[in-house]
């Protein structure tokens, strides 16, 4: 069993931070991608970022130059640094995992809520 904890959502003004954090535990041995998605209400979940373990990273679009996406292979945990958040950040942020053999987990979701 592989077990995901998100933390690091929260409530901020527009114009705020936050950073969220993906731990991985229990039996997984090598992680291939971490990645952050997020679903607004009404919406389809869709990309925030990811990276590999060779160090490769995507942002999407709407978040590039304020999103930072980075991981520590040491403690199987990934972070999203979010700078200048704007209202329509809002959403829940899952934690996407790819296995070194591909297996694919998510993690629970994490509330942002960033208010105009």
């Known amino acids: 069993q592989v077990q995901l904890v998100e933390s690091g959502g929260g409530l901020v003004q527009a114009g705020g931070s936050l950073r969220l954090s993906c731990a991985a535990s229990?039996?997984?041995?090598?992680?291939?991608?971490m990645g952050w998605y997020r679903q607004a209400s009404g919406t389809q979940r869709e990309l925030v970022a990811r990276?590999?373990?060779?160090?490769?990273?995507n942002y999407a679009d709407s978040v590039k130059d304020r999103f930072t996406i980075s991981r520590d292979n040491a403690k199987n945990t990934g972070y999203l640094q979010m700078n200048s958040l704007k209202p329509e950040d809002t959403a829940v942020y899952y934690c996407?995992?790819?296995?070194?053999?591909?297996?694919?987990?998510w993690g629970q979701g994490t509330q942002v809520t960033v208010s105009s």
């Open positions: 996407l995992v790819i296995s070194g053999r591909g297996y694919r987990y």
């Open positions: 229990g039996s997984i041995f090598s992680i291939n991608v």
């Open positions: 990276i590999t373990s060779g160090g490769s990273i």
